[in-house]
């Protein structure tokens, strides 16, 4: 089971899939989520930040991370998923 992405491509916005796999707690509470109806968008920022947010389904950010590319991501990705939940569980 791994965490699915909607990133958003440069430089025009294009749209892949894309998962990335974390241990099974996280990845059991981003599912909490996504059966809520929450979702998970990641971009990388001119800048070289990765930039991630989860919404819930009705477009209200649940959490956002911004970190720099690479091995930070795993961290921000936990991070993201565990605010997430969080307030996911407060505004249930």
Known sequence: MSI???QFL?????TRNMTISMPEEIEKKAQTLISGGARFEVEELRTGEVYM???????????NQLCI?????????EELVL??????????
């Open 53 to 63: 947010e989860c919404l819930a389904k009705d477009d209200q950010i649940l959490a």
């Open 69 to 77: 590319n690479g091995p930070p991501v795993v961290k921000a990705v």
């Open 4 to 6: 699915p992405f909607t």
């Open 10 to 14: 440069r430089p025009d916005g294009r």
């Open 83 to 92: 605010s997430a939940s969080a307030k996911f569980d407060d505004k249930n």
